[in-house]
């Protein structure tokens, strides 16, 4: 057994796309129609078979509350893998991108939190 995909919520399928794609460095996989939403999903560039992230609308009414807890608290709604957290915090802060937490060491692991602009915050994490 394997994860196959993976949701974040988001308040904005296309201004998610653009952050997930042009800031995160995401690519889109998959993109169907359905009705007022889409099923849509990204990957990463490094394994474009793998685990899909899809960027799922936040409309239910119990997401809003608990996307607001979640950013409330510190709490990421998800973490993503990189080589080098210093590096990529610096990158994306060059973008513009907000961080909650810049790069911390948190025994074998280096993380950073950031805000991805759909109502979430993400974890970056580097295994040292």
């Known amino acids: 057994m394997k994860i196959h995909l993976s949701s974040v ?7 998610a796309l653009r952050f997930y794609t042009d800031v995160l460095g995401f690519v889109k996989k998959t993109e169907v129609p359905l009705g007022e939403y889409r099923w849509l999903t990204v990957v990463s560039p490094e394994d474009p078979n793998g685990t899909e992230l899809v ?19 510190g709490i990421p709604a998800t973490s993503f893998a990189v080589q080098d ?17 810049e790069p911390l060491e948190l025994g074998p692991v280096i993380t950073a ?15 040292k």
């Not at 957290?85 to 937490?101: D, I, S």
């Open 9 to 15: 919520f988001v308040d904005d399928q296309d201004k």
């Open 55 to 73: 960027l799922e609308p936040d409309g239910h009414p119990a997401v809003k509350p608990y996307k607001a807890a979640l950013v409330a608290d």
């Open 85 to 101: 957290v210093h590096a990529e915090f610096n990158r994306l802060r060059g973008l513009g991108v907000q961080f909650t937490q």
């Open 113 to 127: 939190v950031l805000d991805d602009t759909c109502g979430n915050l993400i974890q970056i994490a580097q295994y």
